[in-house]
């Protein structure tokens, strides 16, 4: 009842890596936030990347789009205007996307 198979060769893929999402990262701090946080995007591809932070209704309240070959972008930004809140923070690049959610308290 034992099966040997001799000689012959079985190959599985548990899962791929995309090389270009490997390349892209994204972190918040503080998070929660309350008056500022701080945005750290890098990237080691050669193409631009975009950042927009919106409410979970899809309103837009920040966006900007790197230019190509930046490896990375940080910025302090300013919410202390913002209400309290989940956001959605969203990078994309070379077709790639990658998603954060922001507490602003």
Known sequence: DNIIAVGSTSCITVGTVNPTEA??????APNPAQGRVNV?????????VALSITDLQGKQYYFQESEAGQMEINHSLD??????????VTI?????????????E
Do not use: D, F, R
Not at 23 to 28: G, P, R
Not at 40 to 48: H, K, R, T
Not at 79 to 88: C, D, V
Not at 92 to 104: A, D
């Open 23 to 28: 390349n892209l990262s994204l972190s918040l």
């Open 79 to 88: 919410i202390s205007t913002w209400s309290s809140g989940m956001y959605l």
């Open 40 to 48: 750290a995007v890098s990237s080691l591809g050669n193409a631009p």
């Open 92 to 104: 994309q690049s070379e077709g790639v996307t990658k998603h954060e959610k922001l507490i602003v």
